[in-house]
Structures are given as C-alpha cells and as structure tokens.
C-alpha cells in the first residue's frame, strides 16, 4: 500500500513557475516509479511526466517537454514547472506504479494549478 500527497498548486501568472510535491508513504516505496498527470475541466486525466519502467530515465508529454522536469528523492518527488501557459491549468495528481509494471494503482488526491493573469 502507498500513499501520495500532492502539494504546491496555485494561482500564477502565464511565464511564471510552480513547483508541485508529491509525498509518498508506505512500507515499500522504493519500489515504485512516480509519474505526475493533470486533467483540466472537461477533458480526460493526461500524462505528464514520468520515469521509465526501469526508473532510470524520464518521459515527458510533448506539451510540457522543455518547460517541466520531475524528480525524486527517496520519498519525494518534485515537479517543476516554468514558462506556465493558460493550457497548463488544470487538477495534477502524482501516481504510483510498481517497477516494471504498466499502470498506476495509487493515486494522490490532486493540487490545483490555475494560470492566469
């Protein structure tokens, strides 16, 4: 069982930053990969950033590629966002998925990311 917790959402201006936390708890955290999605209102819950199956490299969505980087540290992982556009609004969540495994099975409960001016 894991347990995510997201903070640092907001209210920024479009070219301005956030950068979003993502908690994690459990007695086997280590062995799950993190990966950060968004939905925005009326539109399915999209993939933004993530590590590969073997967790040594990152993916990124086209949308984001250049402007977000996510990492982790142990038990947290970050992702910082910059050059924030209106279309970046939107709930993020953070996920989980066991190494080497395709799905997310545990999911944070969302931080709001609103860009506007």
């Known amino acids: 069982q894991v347990q995510l917790v997201e903070s640092g959402g907001g209210l920024v201006q479009p070219g301005g930053s956030l950068r979003l936390s993502c908690a994690m708890s459990?007695?086997?955290?280590?062995?799950?990969?993190v990966g950060w999605f968004r939905q925005a209102p009326g539109k399915e819950r999209e993939f933004v950033a993530g590590f590969r199956r073997t967790g040594a490299d990152t993916v990124y969505a086209d949308s984001v590629k250049g402007r977000f980087t996510i990492s982790r540290d142990n038990a947290k992982s970050t992702l910082q966002m910059k050059s924030l556009k209106p279309e970046d609004t939107a709930v993020y969540y953070c996920?989980?998925?066991?190494?080497?495994?395709?799905?997310?099975?545990?999911w944070g409960q969302g931080t709001q990311v609103t860009v506007s001016s």
């Open positions: 459990g007695r086997t955290v280590a062995s799950y990969l």
């Open positions: 996920g989980a998925r066991y190494t080497g495994a395709n799905d997310y099975g545990y």
